[in-house]
């Protein structure tokens, strides 16, 4: 049995599928933090609570017993956490430290008596922040730019002190700015999307020359998959890229082809903790989990696209007279 920590959220709810879809039985488990609303998150399980193999707990990993939950599972997906580099600083860090490392820790210490269960942890490339080397390798030194990719970063050192300590199954994943159907709405190309659809302005921060390893979230959750039993995995840290470095402006006129117009593009200063760059090198990733990304920025985005038209035509037809 599988357990999937953050299975509302928008790759954690695509995982749960995946494995209820290849005949697994998981035990889903979120606490549908506030970062945005729960009706998208409730909508995100809607085809995961139509498997009979799927139960879903509300559950807080930085407060509620865990020890009950972890027994009866073999695998844990830990993707729960409090996402977003701008929303990072100020008086939400609380609810970073919270969810991000005093979960983390709070779900280790849960599995510890079971140190042959596997735990896969879901970190980010937030950690990496203005790399040396592109593309980067897992050994890079890892220079935070944000409160998010500092918790992640803390979170990954919890994962191996359980390891080193406890000989905890733990395998790192960090994906690079994934997105598709789903994504959080904070996440810029849902904003695009959305406001491609809605002809309303679309704001870049900085000069959108930035370029991003852009990951579909089909391609994040096989690698995720693949962790699952890859026998040389265990307390390996693998990079989850999509392939290819792309700007954010080629992206902005992929969306406008998707549109068919141009859009209306606004510019406005760099965000805190944005990188300028990222891009992962995923040999690790391709020699022990047998990861190779498969869809092109292009079709994601269309995919995401179509869903984000979807969505609109819902909303619409259910304000309409």
Known sequence: MFLVSGCAGFVGSHLTEALLEQGGAVVGIDCFSDNYPRREK????????????????????????????????????HLAAEPGVRASWGDRFELYLRNNVLGTQR??????????????YASSS????????????EEATPKPLSPYGMTKLA???????YRASYGL?????????VYGPRQRPDMAFNIFCRRAINDEPLIVFGDGRQTRDFTFVGDAVAATRAATN????????????????VSLLRAVELIEDLAGRSLDVRHVGRGHGDAIDTGADTTRARIDLGFVPRVGLRDGLEAEFEWMLNVHRSLSGRNAP
């Open 230 to 245: 890859a026998p040389h995995a265990a307390g390996g840290v693998y990079n989850v890229g999509g392939g290819s470095q």
């Open 126 to 137: 937030s950690i990496y922040g203005n790399a040396e080397i592109f593309p980067t390798p």
């Open 107 to 120: 779900l280790l210490e849960a599995i510890r008596p079971w140190p042959g269960k596997r735990l896969i």
């Open 42 to 77: 409730v909508r995100n399980l809607e085809r995961a609570q139509s498997w009979d193999q799927f139960s879903f707990l509300p559950v807080d990993l930085s407060r509620d017993d865990l020890q009950g939950l972890v027994e009866g599972c073999e695998t844990f997906f």
């Open 155 to 161: 979170a990954e050192h919890l994962c191996q002190l």
């Open 169 to 177: 199954d733990v395998v790192i994943l960090r994906y690079f700015t």
